[in-house]
């Protein structure tokens, strides 16, 4: 089998640990090019960041809903609120010890692969900090949030074209959706994002809350 993994809040705990430090790090860096706060400081601004950021589905919806809620017209100042979000140089975030563990279990009898959108130089730095790259036969990151293309490519490659494809993620509509369309197994995971994300909840093919329970639905696939 063919393993598809998310990095963000499916292998890495990223809402917990890194967003809220991203947002900080953006909002900073906004402050710095001249943002006008109305007489706010920086610690009831960082809480309505964080606010918005329990709606929206990405930080670059959160900066530009959050710019849109203080009546900010400059478009540069939103441009670099999103290119520090997403290129913070202070991110660091280790992967849990139980999903390295079934990591390197899967590892021994299937092929696993990461589809990560975001930054090229931000997620290869995620994935060397936590030495992963030994554990995956492919890694892409992706600029694009729909990762189609992505899953196409690797599907079909020679060496898995026989094989079943699974593919876990915790956002339904970047994530799944694209799977689904190609009639791959899906898997939501409940987390970050995607503790929000009904509709993943009741379209994926299998809805799970720890990277554990990937083992019985494997079983259950080769049924």
Known sequence: MLII???DDTLLETSDILIPNNLSYALKQMQKAGLVTNNQDFNQLYSQLLQ??????NGKQTLTTFLQSINNKNKDLTNIGIDAYYKNPNCQIK???DTLNILKELKNDHNLAIVSHGDQEIQTKKIDQNNLKP???QIIITTTY???QQYKYLINLQEYQNQTVMVVGD???TDLLPAQKMN?????????RGIKDFIGKSQSDYCIKHI???LSIIEECKQ
């Open 52 to 57: 918005i950021n329990k709606t929206t589905k």
């Open 5 to 7: 993994f998310d990095l």
């Open 135 to 137: 554990l995956f036969k």
């Open 95 to 97: 992967i849990n010890q």
């Open 212 to 214: 554990n329970e990937l």
């Open 171 to 173: 956002k339904f509509e």
């Open 184 to 192: 791959l197994i899906t898997v939501q995971i409940q987390k970050g």
């Open 146 to 148: 729909d990762k189609f």
